[in-house]
């Protein structure tokens, strides 16, 4: 029965998680909020806040799930892609515990973790399946066909999701990060209010950036002719852009699905936490006949406890690493 302490630290949450036997334990996230001011993260100030954050995250992660130190039988950690000095303050403090426990290390890709974070728990999809990740860095459709056997189908030219969430809610004044805020006006809107291009991109791959592009422009010109449309049509804007961003990634999805005659079909990453989302895999599942995998809310932003149990895989498939591991800011699969 092996205990694997899972560590977390690629971008603004440091987090560390405790599993035994592909049980999760505990999963401990201290969220940064010092970002908020500056509209995205501060790669620096993300640093410094690790460095604060990852001594009482593991002791809580320890604590939490009623272990000792001792009952550790592996140290898994993310070794990239992500913001190289916060890679740095998980890859040390990883090496540096597993020297002083005398603890095999296991390197664990970031982007990986999010899709096997749906091996936590017992509704589990079968080999192969399509993953929909979907985070503030990343965009991709991952044809997973087995646990460490992962290949990117289809990804975004220039932003991500996320990014394209985030500024927005910039382009709107609102703070970072802006996905969870456009999600939560979006609610009270209509999605059908105003209409925003879907990008024709070949194959399977996305791009966002003429979509803000475009939602800058139409803010821009609005407020020109009344300074408080923000604020008047909030719920509304939120509610389009959210509904052409969530139309842009299902049609590609399923365009995948039916190419791949795949019917397991998941969401990953910070942006699977919309309801816009969510909802709308729920009701294409439905329509198609797949058996949908939608991540419950803590394992949809960054968390230590997908890195525990993509440990625990490896650890299974005896794959360690050693001392000399250094993180990777890009870090293909
Ligand atoms: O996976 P994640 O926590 O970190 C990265 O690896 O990037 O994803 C963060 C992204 C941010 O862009 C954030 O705005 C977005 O996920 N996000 C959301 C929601 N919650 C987080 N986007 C839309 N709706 C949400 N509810
Ligand atoms: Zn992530």
Redesign the pocket.
């Known amino acids: 029965m092996p205990v694997i302490l899972g560590i977390e630290s690629?971008?603004d949450?440091t987090s560390a998680a405790i599993c035994a036997d592909g049980v999760m334990l505990s999963n401990v996230i201290a969220n940064q909020t010092i970002h908020e001011a500056y509209g995205g993260v501060v790669p620096e100030l993300a640093s410094r806040v690790h460095q604060q954050n990852i001594i009482p995250a593991v002791q809580q992660a320890i604590s939490n799930a009623k272990v000792s130190k001792n009952d550790i039988d592996a140290v898994a950690f993310t070794r990239g892609p992500g913001l190289l000095g916060s890679l740095l303050v998980g890859v040390s403090f990883a090496k540096a515990f597993a020297l002083a426990n005398n603890l095999p290390l296991i390197d664990i890709n970031?982007m990986q973790a999010?899709v096997l974070a749906h091996f936590i728990g017992d509704h589990k999809p079968s080999f192969p399946f399509l993953c929909l990740t979907v985070?503030?860095?990343?965009t991709q459709i991952v044809l997973v066909k087995d646990y460490f056997d992962m290949e990117v189908i289809g990804q975004t030219q220039d932003d991500?999701a996320?990014?394209a969430?985030?500024k927005t809610s910039k382009i709107l004044g609102l703070p970072y990060?802006?996905?969870?805020l456009?999600?939560k006006y979006a609610r009270q809107g209509n999605p059908n209010a105003y209409q925003f291009p879907e990008p024709q991109i070949p194959g399977y791959n996305f791009s966002f950036s003429g979509l803000k592009t475009s939602i800058l422009y139409f803010i821009q010109n609005n407020v020109a002719k009344n300074p408080d449309f923000i604020q008047e049509n909030m719920a509304d804007i939120c509610a389009s852009v959210e509904k052409r961003i969530v139309t842009i990634l299902l049609n590609k999805l399923t365009k995948a699905a039916q190419a791949y005659g795949i019917k397991d079909v998941a969401l990953a990453?910070?942006?699977s936490?919309?309801?816009g989302l969510r909802q709308g895999l729920q009701q294409l599942g439905e329509k198609h006949g797949w058996n949908c995998f939608i991540p419950k809310m803590g394992y949809?932003?960054?968390n230590a406890a997908m890195i525990a149990i993509a440990g625990y895989y490896k650890f299974l498939q005896g794959d360690f690493t050693n001392q000399h591991v250094a993180p990777l800011a890009r870090m293909p699969f």
């Open positions: 690629s971008c949450e970031h999010h985070s503030g860095g990343h991500a996320g990014e969430m985030d990060p802006g996905g969870p456009i999600d990453g910070g942006v936490a919309n309801t949809c932003t960054d």
